[in-house]
């Protein structure tokens, strides 16, 4: 969406950049929003906002309208706190750990409680420092993972003075299946959420994450909880993303060799050239995140990066710090040593790269590592 100066002006150092469009970033919470109805909006920014850089990230949804955060861990909530200060309201998912109540009241940071015994100690907390201090209360529905089970209930509906003792700001549950528009479990979940709701104080509610804005209109409650889907990525399978793509990856052009047809390529010979072939190595490889699984092991399906309009397939397998393209039908004047490849954006997307991977866009973004050169273009002025 927004257009960048060349990569050459701002990384000349730099082996690959990671472009993300702040631009696309806001319209993206924007879109979420007006899907939502009258629920609000939040921003879920773990894993420093899904690899791509939190501070600037969470500036920009700031800037649009987002008032709420999540986050999964405590050190997340402290340095978002610091950062966006005490304007905004802060969950950290991950629940109450022992012996942290203080670290979470003195940084204002509410906690997504787990279980009736993390319930307990927030409560004897708020009592013991007589303040009435917020937290959401998360309900099991289907995950198995974090939130009350069936005795959580039974306990805390038999307790009615805890509700007393703090703040219940909010009830949530997570979604399974929301990725799958018919899968009937998303159902389940809704009218489970509905019984555990009616056995707890009652409190505004929050039950979708992207993939349930998007397919499952009637989970919004009073707040929804999206990740993915601000930073582009296909929250819902097996339909068109309605998303603007955020993400690009480049890397330069380190070496340009031509080869004849039976040469191996890459560890493990994997690929084997087919024609007389032209071949450049890149500057990415898995230890800069980009996924191994990307590559071609000469299934004759290679994922596609592209050097202007061109397309070129990844061959052979990726390895540590480099990649592999057959360049072989690309006319010269498009390529040389130091051109740009990109690798993904808004042509191989990162769920392209996923599905070739056999993961999630999710993975892909969370992989990418610190050597890669994040360029966040397309900030908002007061962000
Ligand atoms: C990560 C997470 C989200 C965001 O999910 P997306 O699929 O990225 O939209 C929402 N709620 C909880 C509890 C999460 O852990």
């Not at 390895?319 to 993904?344: H, Q």
């Amino acid at each position: 969406m927004t257009s960048a100066p060349p990569l050459d002006d701002v990384a000349p150092t730099w082996p690959s950049v990671l472009t993300i469009d702040h631009g696309a970033l806001a319209e993206n919470w924007r879109r979420l929003d007006a899907l939502s109805g009258d629920a609000e909006t939040a921003a879920v920014v773990k894993a420093n906002a899904y690899g791509l850089g939190v501070d600037p990230v969470a500036k920009t949804f700031l800037s649009v309208g987002c008032r709420t955060f999540f986050v999964a861990t405590l050190p997340e909530a402290i340095a978002l706190r610091a950062l966006l200060g005490d304007t905004v309201t802060i969950y950290a998912l991950n629940g109450l750990t022992p012996d942290t109540e203080a670290t979470y009241a003195a940084n204002a940071v509410r906690p997504v409680l787990s279980s009736f015994d993390q319930t307990v100690a927030w409560a004897d907390f708020c009592r013991k420092t007589g303040t009435k201090l917020p937290a959401a209360i998360h309900v099991d529905t289907g995950m198995s993972r974090l939130g009350f089970d069936a005795d959580d209930l039974t306990r805390a509906s038999a307790d009615d003075r805890l509700s007393e003792a703090f703040d219940l700001a909010l009830v949530m549950t997570h979604p399974a299946c929301a990725d799958d528009a018919d899968d009937p479990m998303t159902r389940e979940q809704l009218a489970a959420f509905a019984a555990s709701r009616a056995r707890l104080p009652s409190a505004p509610a929050s039950f979708a994450n992207s993939a349930a804005i998007i397919a499952h209109p009637g989970s919004q409650f009073d707040l929804v909880r999206p990740g993915i889907a601000l930073y582009g990525g296909r929250a819902v399978n097996d339909q068109p993303n309605p998303m603007a793509n955020v993400v690009t990856l480049h890397a330069r052009i380190l070496q340009i060799r031509n080869v004849p047809e039976e040469t191996p390529v890459g560890y493990g010979a994997t690929y084997r050239t087919r024609r007389p072939s032209r071949l450049a190595t890149v500057a990415t490889g898995y230890a800069d995140g980009f996924i191994r699984g990307g590559g071609a092991a000469g299934d004759g399906r290679p994922a596609l990066a592209y050097i202007t309009d061109q397309p070129a397939p990844i061959v052979g397998r990726v390895s540590m710090d480099l990649i592999i393209l057959d360049i072989t039908d690309i006319p010269d004047e498009y390529v040389r040593v130091g051109s740009w490849v990109e690798l993904f954006g808004s042509r191989t997307t990162i769920d392209d790269l996923a599905d070739h991977a056999g993961t999630i866009g999710y993975e892909i973004l969370t992989r990418l590592g610190t050597r890669c050169h994040r360029r966040h273009v397309g900030r908002p002025k007061e962000a």
